[in-house]
């Protein structure tokens, strides 16, 4: 399946706050069934070993869903998580907090603009989920290379593998969530997402190294890198 890069009705400035909420509820749905922590979650915990406190940011987090989903498995592994999440819509940043008001979770919540902000500094792991198919791959080369450039030692990026059977599970997926933006956005997003060595690609150009890129059911991959 070709690239084909559409603007998502979510990144659209003129999304009604209602909207927005709705696909954000419907992405948290997509999230738990395709167990979007879990699989963030899986290079996180192996970090937890040193007894220090670990600081993760979730960049682009939308609803939010991922970072809390983060602060229950940490809390419940006994571990020392501080977790921040940042987006640029302050709708969603909203709806994260809310969200985690209503199960308690610790999390420090802020707008950024990946295109007008500077990579947040001072994090020891930096994560990245559903967020690098909004970017070309210019966009997405600058954004590892702002990332790995000092942000953090470690990045984490969990996304979306294009291929013919991800849009038709896309598509299945929107028919039963409530959202017309998730019906239109999901589609959209499989074909502007990356397949596996076209992010070991971009990741070559931003100068990464000791990369690891790893697909992982249904229809993502993982990419992983560290400092050291
Ligand atoms: C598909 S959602 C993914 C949200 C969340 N990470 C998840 O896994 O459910 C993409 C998010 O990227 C955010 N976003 C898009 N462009 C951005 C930018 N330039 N800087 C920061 N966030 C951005 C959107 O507001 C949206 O919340």
Sequence with gaps: MKQKRIPEVMDSPD???ESHHRALAGLAHINSWSNSAGIVWSHIEPLLTSGRTLRVLDVATGGGD??????KLGRHAGGKLEISGCDKSPVAIEHAKVNAEKHGAAIRWFTWN?????????????VSS????????????????????????RLIVNDLRRSA????????AACVLRSHVVFIDGPRS?????????????????GLKNTKIEPRFPFRFVMTWSRT
């Design 15 to 17: 999304i009604s706050p």
């Design 66 to 71: 991922v970072p809390i989903a983060l602060w």
């Design 114 to 126: 990946l295109f007008t902000d500077p990579v947040p500094q001072g994090y020891d792991v930096i």
């Design 130 to 153: 559903l967020f690098m198919h909004h970017l070309d791959s210019d966009q997405a080369v600058e954004f590892l290379k702002q990332l790995a450039a000092g942000a953090a030692s």
């Design 165 to 172: 059977g991800g849009w038709l599970l896309a598509l299945s």
């Design 190 to 206: 499989v074909r502007s997402a990356y397949t596996i060595p076209e992010v070991a690609e971009l990741a070559a150009r931003a």
